[in-house]
């Protein structure tokens, strides 16, 4: 009770001070005046005015905190601006950097790869001029190897040749085969059927033979009567022919031999008879 009576006087109180000044009030047809305050320390009691000044301190001091706040909101503005500005310039400057940053790379890549290119490719060039002088030196090498191993095997061959005079002949006394397989034959081992140079050569030869056949290198397969050397394709220079020799009995008879028992040559076919064979080991007759 004693409060709602204080609250009274509080609210009486306010409304005399926010009227500082005194007013009548003429009221209309005959009626009275209202008197208002116009001295509110004199007219209101003391404790009226000790009872409003809270609230006229909380007011004061709700203005002073308005005014703090936005004094502090102002700078609080002004900061995030600066900082905005700030952040601006940095963008800016981190866009020019990263663009200045693109055209380097942009000019420099470019020369790199073109210098590795011609790294590159001198390289090559030196490799393959390498290679190639490698390739020439191997092959000089293989060259001489197959020379030298077609000498030893020239040798190796020539070790089943006897020299007779001043050539080397293989004389076959065991096998007896027809004519073209005594020149495969000789051919394997490294030379061909035989002719010969001269009488001294023949008489030489015939010396050393069996009473048995033996096929040579003389024929005339191509024309009949016109007798070459199948070593070297040239005309036969040396002949002994039997009495009434060459004869030609059939089609087949073209190929000579020496007949052992009189060491003298005949015409046979080079096909169907079997004989021994003598091989000379160059081409030169």
């Known amino acids: 009770m004693s409060t709602m009576l204080g609250s009274t006087k509080i609210i009486l109180c306010a409304f005399a001070l926010l009227y500082p000044y005194g007013s009548l009030i003429e009221a209309q047809n005959?009626?009275?005046?209202?008197?208002?305050l116009t001295d509110p320390a004199n007219q209101c009691s003391a404790y009226c005015v000790s009872a409003l000044q809270?609230?006229?301190d909380h007011l004061s001091q709700?203005?002073?905190?308005?005014?703090?706040?936005?004094?502090?909101?102002?700078?609080?503005?002004a900061k995030l601006d600066q900082i905005g500005d700030q952040l601006t310039a940095t963008q800016i400057q981190i866009e020019t950097q990263n663009a200045l940053l693109v055209s380097n790379l942009t000019k420099a890549i470019p020369q790199e790869l073109e210098q590795r290119l011609k790294s590159i490719e001198g390289n090559q060039s030196a490799l393959s001029s390498q290679l190639k002088d490698g390739q020439k030196s191997t092959a000089s090498q293989l060259t001489a190897i197959q020379k030298t191993l077609s000498e030893i095997e020239r040798k190796l061959v020539l070790q089943r040749y006897q020299q007779i005079g001043s050539r080397y002949f293989y004389i076959e006394h065991n096998?007896?085969?027809?004519?073209?397989?005594?020149e495969q034959m000789c051919i394997d081992l490294g030379g061909h059927l035989a002719a010969f140079q001269n009488e001294q050569e023949y008489n030489a030869i015939a010396g050393q033979l069996n009473k048995a056949n033996y096929w040579l290198g003389v024929n005339d397969l191509a024309k009949q009567g016109e007798f070459i050397s199948l070593a070297s394709?040239?005309?036969?220079t040396y002949f002994r022919w039997r009495k009434n020799e060459p004869k030609y009995n059939n089609p087949t008879q073209h190929c000579a031999y020496?007949?052992?028992?009189?060491?003298?040559?005949?015409?046979l076919s080079c096909t169907?008879?079997?004989?021994?064979?003598?091989?000379?080991?160059?081409?030169?007759?």
């Open 233 to 236: 394709g040239k005309r036969a």
């Open 175 to 182: 096998l007896m085969v027809n004519w073209r397989t005594a």
């Open 258 to 267: 020496i007949f052992g028992h009189e060491n003298v040559m005949i015409v």
């Open 62 to 77: 709700e203005q002073k905190d308005r005014g703090t706040c936005e004094v502090r909101l102002n700078e609080t503005v």
């Open 54 to 56: 809270p609230v006229i």
């Open 30 to 36: 005959g009626r009275g005046y209202v008197c208002l």
């Open 272 to 285: 169907t008879d079997l004989m021994h064979f003598i091989c000379q080991s160059d081409s030169n007759v």
